[in-house]
């Protein structure tokens, strides 16, 4: 009856000793290169960030009046991208700025008798000749760049949405030269 008993006791050790795998299994020669192979620990070394990565925090790149014009247009002025703008603009600069840009829109003071003063045009020769960066400013912080009468848009046009706005604002301009806009 010995027998028994002093195999139940080596392998109660041996339970003991094994219990975390890992502090037994690299032991084992083959497993141990796996271990201590040449890649770099979780967290060991800072990796530089992609360029134009977006911290997960949501702060985009944000533009003040002396950045702005150094600010490129991230997006070409496809059809894609035009009709992304449209479709923006009419969800949130409409109402004020108007179909055409004109600054009638429908709550805008002025011919149409909405209550909203101060709403400027777009589609001027002065604003044409502002850089991109300066209307993507305006809408990710109107107050940064000197607009503080226009409501804050940066928390709710993200991402390239705010460059295809300014290629649309672009397209409003083009239009009115053309005699064009309704
Ligand atoms: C609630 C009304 C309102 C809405 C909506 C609005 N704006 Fe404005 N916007 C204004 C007012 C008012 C100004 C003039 C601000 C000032 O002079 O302080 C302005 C000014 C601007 C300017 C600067 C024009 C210049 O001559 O410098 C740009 C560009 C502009 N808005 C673009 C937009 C875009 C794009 C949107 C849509 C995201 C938008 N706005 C939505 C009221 C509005």
């Not at 050790?13 to 497993?31: E, I, K, Q, T």
């Not at 672009?170 to 053309?178: F, I, M, P």
Request: hydrophobic residues 35%.
């Amino acid at each position: 009856m010995r027998r028994p008993r002093a195999a139940l006791a080596a392998l109660a050790v041996l339970a003991v000793v094994a219990c975390n795998p890992d502090d037994v299994v690299h032991h084992v020669g083959w497993f141990a290169t796996m271990r201590h192979q040449r890649s770099f620990k979780p967290y060991s070394r800072n990796l530089a960030p992609v360029p134009g990565t977006v911290p997960v925090t949501g702060v985009a790149p944000t533009a003040d009046l002396k950045s702005a014009d150094r600010l490129t247009n991230s997006r070409t002025r496809t059809s894609e991208s035009l009709n992304r703008g449209k479709f923006v603009y009419e969800t949130y600069c409409l109402v004020c700025h108007g179909e055409a840009g004109k600054g009638d829109g429908p709550i805008a003071s002025g011919p149409t008798g909405g209550f909203f003063p101060a709403v400027r045009s777009l589609v001027t020769d002065q604003l044409a000749k502002q850089s991109d960066g300066y209307i993507y400013g305006v809408i990710v912080n109107a107050q940064a760049m000197g607009r503080g009468l226009m409501p804050h848009y940066g928390d709710k046009v993200r991402g390239t949405d705010r460059w295809d706005l300014v290629n649309y604002v672009r397209t409003l301009q083009a239009q009115a030269r053309s005699g064009g806009g309704r």
